[in-house]
T-cell receptor, first 113, second 112 residues
């Protein structure tokens, strides 16, 4: 059973608009969440993270929101740029569990000029 | 400057050949991981290690094997490559899952 779900395989937005990527999780023991960005033929790179004690974390154009009661987090990119076109992975971590991150299946974002 | 290195970046090899994909990190991380990613995007964990002489199989069954003789080095070996092994292989390391993983640039393997 998948513990971290990214239900949208793809998302297409216009340059300058907002991109919203969603992620749901089922394990209430997760206490840390991360977003990774991946270009084709490259490894994923860390983008932004959030602790479960917060509901928002912002870094430049990127903001992650966490709704613990709904077990939902989202990544907002404002404004979106063509260079943001990539696959975005949501990942979750439980301090009391395995040391492994649990990844979602990814969402492919395309930002059109 | 990359702290985790994967070689080669691209490899095209014939069926039946033995190959070793190299992964080295300079961060002193105890934990290292190998993922396989097909064009369908999902990252599949195939092997991981929490320290020297410790290796475990991941969530996706793989015919590959790994070794961890030194902290910084985590090579992956395929004894007899097959076209079904064609994929991108990603190596990662971490101090703790909470700190996230640092990924290498990956090896794109094509078996013909």
């Amino acid at each position: 059973d998948q513990q971290v779900k990214q239900n949208s395989p793809s998302l297409s937005v216009q340059e300058g608009r907002i991109s919203i990527l969603n992620c749901d999780y089922t394990n209430s023991m997760f206490d840390y969440f991360l977003w990774y960005k991946k270009y084709p033929a490259e490894g994923p790179t860390f983008l932004i993270s959030i602790s479960s004690i917060k509901d928002k974390n912002e870094d430049g154009r990127f903001t992650v929101f966490l709704n613990k009661s709904a077990k939902h987090l989202s990544l907002h990119i404002v404004p979106s740029q063509p260079g943001d076109s990539a696959v975005y992975f949501c990942a979750a971590y439980s301090q009391g569990g395995s040391e492994k991150l649990v990844f979602g299946k990814g969402t492919k974002l395309t930002v059109n000029p | 400057e990359a702290d985790i290195y994967q070689t080669p970046r691209y490899l095209v090899i014939g069926t039946g050949k033995k190959i070793t994909l190299e992964c080295s990190q300079t961060m002193g991380h105890d934990k290292m991981y190998w993922y396989q990613q097909d064009p369908g995007m999902e990252l599949h964990l195939i092997h991981y290690s929490y320290g020297v002489n410790s290796t475990e199989k991941g969530d996706l069954s793989s015919e590959s094997t790994v070794s961890r003789i030194r902290t910084e080095h985590f090579p992956l070996t395929l004894e007899s490559a097959r076209p079904s092994h064609t994929s991108q292989y990603l190596c990662a390391s971490s101090e703790s899952g909470r700190n996230g993983y640092t990924f290498g640039s990956g090896t794109r393997l094509t078996v013909v």
